[in-house]
């Protein structure tokens, strides 16, 4: 079984609030992805004294609201699955 299929699984099962949290961290994944592959990441010295948290939170891009409502859309389309 390949791993998206094993991840649907798992996600079948968790209560459509929950499903709508996986939703929003495969978002954020892919928005990072997207970061990552167009920004050259910054190696000075601050940098390497952050925690790994530290870096994620100043690091990560931020949702516009048309990102936000199609979040929205998209979590009453996964509320619609119970």
Same mark, same amino acid.
């Given at each position: 079984?390949?791993?998206?299929?094993?991840?649907?699984?798992?996600?079948?099962? +968790? *209560?459509?609030?929950?499903?709508?949290?996986?939703?929003?961290?495969? +978002?954020? +994944?892919?928005?990072?992805?997207?970061?990552?592959?167009?920004?050259?990441?910054?190696?000075?010295?601050?940098?390497?004294?952050? *925690?790994?948290?530290?870096?994620? +939170?100043?690091? *990560?891009?931020?949702?516009?609201?048309?990102?936000?409502?199609?979040?929205?859309?998209?979590?009453?389309?996964?509320?619609?699955?119970?």
């Amino acid at each position: 079984m390949r791993l998206d299929e094993i991840i649907q699984q798992h996600a079948k099962t +968790l *209560s459509p609030a929950l499903q709508a949290e996986v939703f929003d961290f495969v +978002l954020f +994944l892919e928005q990072k992805q997207a970061a990552n592959r167009t920004e050259p990441s910054d190696t000075g010295d601050t940098q390497a004294n952050m *925690s790994d948290f530290q870096k994620l +939170l100043l690091e *990560s891009p931020e949702m516009t609201d048309e990102e936000y409502q199609a979040v929205v859309e998209k979590r009453k389309h996964l509320n619609q699955w119970t």
